[in-house]
Structure formats: C-alpha cells, structure tokens
C-alpha cells in the first residue's frame, strides 16, 4: 500500500473487529463501550482503504493475465 498511515488505520480496525468478538470485552460494558467508540470512528476509512487495496489488487491481477496473454 501506498499510504501506509491509513494502513495502520486500517489494522487497528481489524484490530478492534477480533476485540469486539472477545468475550471479556462483551462482559466488560465500559471496555465495550470504548472498543465500539474507536471502531466506528475508524469504520469510514477503514473501509475505504479495505476497498482501496482489493481494486489495486485486481488491477494488479488483470495486469499481469494482460502480460501473460501478450508473451509469444
């Protein structure tokens, strides 16, 4: 990726998602209230990166069948 501060971004998303299925932190109300906090301030970027880097990945993708379909 080329923006590696909204990567980071991303990763304490993903973060957040497996603390969200943690099941201290669903018993511990004030800890999920924060987890839930942070997650939804971060879900519009996060989401947006996530999407960003499955189309260059399909770019990437179709680049190299492009090249593969061009060799002689």
């Given at each position: 990726?080329?923006?590696?501060?909204?990567?980071?971004?991303?990763?304490?998303?993903?973060?957040?998602?497996?603390?969200?299925?943690?099941?201290?932190?669903?018993?511990?109300?004030?800890?999920?209230?924060?987890?839930?906090?942070?997650?939804?301030?971060?879900?519009?970027?996060?989401?947006a990166v996530r999407e960003y880097n499955n189309r260059a990945e399909n770019i990437?993708?179709?680049?190299?069948?492009?090249?593969?379909?061009?060799?002689?």
């Open positions: 990726m080329k923006f590696p501060t909204l990567q980071v971004k991303l990763d304490r998303y993903e973060e957040l998602e497996k603390e969200l299925q943690d099941p201290e932190v669903l018993a511990n109300t004030s800890k999920l209230v924060e987890i839930q906090r942070e997650y939804g301030g971060l879900a519009k970027v996060a989401l990437e993708v179709a680049q190299e069948m492009l090249e593969e379909e061009s060799d002689p």
